[in-house]
């Protein structure tokens, strides 16, 4: 079945270093890509997504690059910062009208100063 | 401001004793869902809602209950609970193209003794 695969973390950079987070996905057709983010205790946050093959996703510094030949939409981020801790999931929408999403286990990163 | 509220945002409880979390949110979305978070397994889907009366399974919905009498209502309804649904839960909305962002509200932090 569908299912999203993300690096197991937590993730500690010191501020200003760079951020990639990888994705890889398995999926029937050709499903949309996001990645969501949480910060600490709060709920979920859409911080990019990308819907069809080399479309390319950004937000707030963030950028993620829909592969289809590698099936992969990994997360970048050239310089962070210590206010970008979170947790970030991974997720793709399977097909259909429903639009239902399945996350990956989520990345753990702390950014200390 | 447009959101999603969930309550209580944090229940401790006994084996047995049905509850109700309430969700609610204030954008007219036609889609909510439920999800819950467990350490190293992400977030699964529980029950997902179409529109006012349309109901349907995700990954985990055993369990569980859900009704959606209203557009802006979707309560979770566990009749009788279990340890292994001790969690944290998510109630998230979205207007009606699949693509578009899930807005998530701020969770709620379930334990059952």
């Known amino acids: 079945g569908d299912s999203v695969t993300q690096m197991e973390g937590p993730v500690t950079l010191s501020e200003e270093a760079f951020l990639t987070i990888n994705c890889t996905y398995t999926a029937t057709g050709y499903p949309s890509l996001f990645w969501y983010v949480q910060y600490p205790g709060e709920g979920l946050q859409l911080l990019l997504k990308a819907t069809k093959a080399d479309d390319k996703g950004s937000n707030k510094g963030f950028e993620a690059t829909y592969r289809k030949e590698t099936t992969s939409f990994h997360l970048e981020k050239g310089s962070v910062q210590v206010s970008d801790s979170a947790v970030y999931f991974c997720a793709l929408r399977i097909g259909g009208s429903q639009g239902n999403l399945i996350f990956g286990k989520g990345t753990k990163l702390s950014v200390k100063p | 401001e447009a959101q999603v509220t969930q309550n209580p945002r944090y229940l401790i409880t006994v084996t047995g004793k049905k509850l109700t979390v309430t969700c609610s949110q204030n954008m007219n979305h036609e889609y909510m869902s439920w999800y819950r978070q467990d350490p190293g397994l992400g977030l699964r889907q529980i029950y997902y809602s179409m529109n006012v009366e349309v109901t349907d399974k995700g990954d985990v919905p055993e369990g569980y209950k859900v009704s959606r009498k209203e557009k802006r209502n979707f309560p979770l309804i566990l009749e009788s609970p279990s340890p292994n649904q001790t969690s944290l839960y998510f109630c998230?909305?979205?207007?009606?193209?699949?693509?578009?962002?899930?807005?998530f509200g701020p969770g709620t932090r379930l334990t059952v003794l």
């Open positions: 998230a909305s979205r207007q009606g193209w699949p693509d578009n962002e899930q807005f």
